[in-house]
Nanobody, 123 residues
């Protein structure tokens, strides 16, 4: 059974904005951490940021300022708001959930993944 399902990707011109959404069929309000990742063509997957169960947000330094993670436990939705998009932001964007109370940087920490949503930014 698929737990996470992303939507909301698309194509936008440089400088534009998009919001990706992730619907969680699991127990989002009891999940230790949830996050957004992306993988550009020919590159390794990188983490954008994550939100802990207590609401604490942590972003990778290179992602600060243009990306914002929002969690709505009532709707069981995780959002990624993206602004001032650049062509180098073109990638498949994934949401993920921690598998238990783990260190998010540890191998195997992210046990649940969505199928991804494509974001394409043209110049």
């Amino acid at each position: 059974q698929v737990r996470l399902l992303e939507s909301g990707g698309g194509s936008v011109q440089s400088g534009g904005s998009l919001t990706a959404s992730c619907a969680d069929s699991g127990d989002m309000d009891r999940t230790y951490c949830m996050g957004w990742f992306r993988q550009a063509p020919g590159k390794e997957r990188e983490r954008i940021g994550l939100i802990y169960i207590d609401g604490k947000l942590v972003y990778e330094d290179s992602m600060k300022g243009r990306f914002a993670i929002i969690q709505d436990n009532a709707k069981k939705m995780l959002y990624l708001k993206m602004t001032s998009l650049k062509p180098e932001d073109t990638a498949i964007y994934y949401c993920a959930a921690c598998d238990g109370q783990v260190e998010p940087s540890a191998d195997g920490a992210w046990g649940f993944w969505g199928q991804g949503t494509q974001v394409t930014v043209s110049s």
